[in-house]
C-alpha cells in the first residue's frame, strides 16, 4: 500500500517548513502549494489522502478553495487559521472542512490532528454497517436504538437525533448550523442555545453511563463526539 500523501497550502515560508519538517520526520509523503489555484490544481492532479490548508492565502479565500475541492472530492481538510480569522474557520467548517488548527501550533497538536483524521479516515472505510459502536457505546440505525455498556438509553427523537448525527461524524467537529440543520432541518431558525441545552441532556445520559465524555465543546464553534479507542485516547 503506497504511504499516506498529504497536501500542504501554506503560503508562509516559515511556516510551511515546519509543517514539512515535521511531516517527513513521520514518513508521510507531502506535496505543497502556495496559493489557492496551485491548492486546487494539486489536489485535482495527485489526488491527496489529506490536505492542510492555511485560510489566508494571497489568492483565493481558503474556505473557496475548500467549496472548489469540496465539488468533486472528500479528501479530508484540515484548516490552519490565526486566530483573528475566527469566523473564517467556522464558515470552512461549514464549507466541509474536517478540523482545523490555530496559529500558532505546536508539532503535537499538529501530529494529533493528523492521527485523528487518519483514523476517522480508517473507520469510515470499515463502517458502513447499520450498527455503530464506538466504546461502550452502540448505535442500532435500523432499530434506532441505542445501548451504553449493554444498557439501552432512553433518548427523546430529538436527543437520538443527534446522537447519530455526532456519530456519522465521529472524531470530525460540526459547527453549531451543521448540527441544527442535519437535526431540525434547513428552515429551522439557527439556535444555538436550544442545541446547547439539548447537548446537555444527551451529554448527561451519556456522561453518565460510561464514566468517560463522549462529547467535545468547542466553544464558538461546535461539538466532536470523540472515538473512545482505549489504546489511543487523546482529546
Ligand atoms: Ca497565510
Same mark, same amino acid.
Given at each position: 500500500m503506497k504511504s499516506f500523501l498529504i497536501l500542504v497550502v501554506e503560503d508562509d515560508a516559515p511556516v510551511r517548513t515546519l509543517i514539512t519538517t515535521t511531516l517527513k520526520a513521520r514518513d508521510y509523503r507531502y506535496i505543497t502549494a502556495g496559493n489557492g489555484e496551485a491548492a486546487v490544481m494539486q489536489a485535482a492532479s495527485y489526488?491527496? !489522502?489529506m490536505i492542510l490548508l492555511d485560510? %489566508?492565502?494571497? !489568492?483565493?479565500d481558503g474556505v473557496e478553495v475548500i467549496r472548489r475541492i469540496r465539488a468533486w472530492s472528500n479528501v479530508p481538510i484540515i484548516v490552519i487559521s490565526a486566530r483573528s480569522e475566527d469566523s473564517d474557520k467556522i464558515d470552512a467548517l461549514d464549507e466541509g472542512a474536517d478540523d482545523y488548527l490555530v496559529k500558532p501550533f505546536s508539532v503535537d497538536e499538529l501530529l494529533a490532528r493528523l492521527r485523528v483524521t487518519q483514523r476517522r479516515l480508517a473507520l469510515m472505510q470499515g463502517q458502513q454497517s447499520a450498527v455503530f459502536e464506538n466504546g461502550d457505546l452502540k448505535i442500532d440505525y435500523a432499530m434506532r436504538r441505542a445501548w451504553l455498556k449493554e444498557e439501552e438509553l432512553h433518548l427523546t427523537p430529538i436527543e437520538y437525533k443527534l446522537l447519530c448525527v455526532l456519530a456519522q461524524n465521529v472524531g470530525k467537529v460540526l459547527t453549531h448550523k451543521y448540527i441544527t440543520q442535519h437535526v @431540525? %432541518? #434547513? #428552515? @429551522?431558525?439557527? !439556535?444555538t442555545g436550544s442545541l446547547r441545552v439539548y447537548m446537555a441532556t444527551l451529554r448527561r445520559k451519556l456522561d453518565a453511563g460510561a464514566?468517560?465524555?463522549f462529547i467535545q465543546t468547542h466553544i464558538g464553534v461546535g461539538y466532536r463526539m470523540l472515538r473512545m479507542d482505549p489504546e489511543h485516547s487523546e482529546p
Open positions: 489526488a491527496p !489522502d485560510l %489566508g492565502l494571497p !489568492d483565493l @431540525w %432541518g #434547513s #428552515s @429551522w431558525e439557527h !439556535d464514566g468517560q465524555s
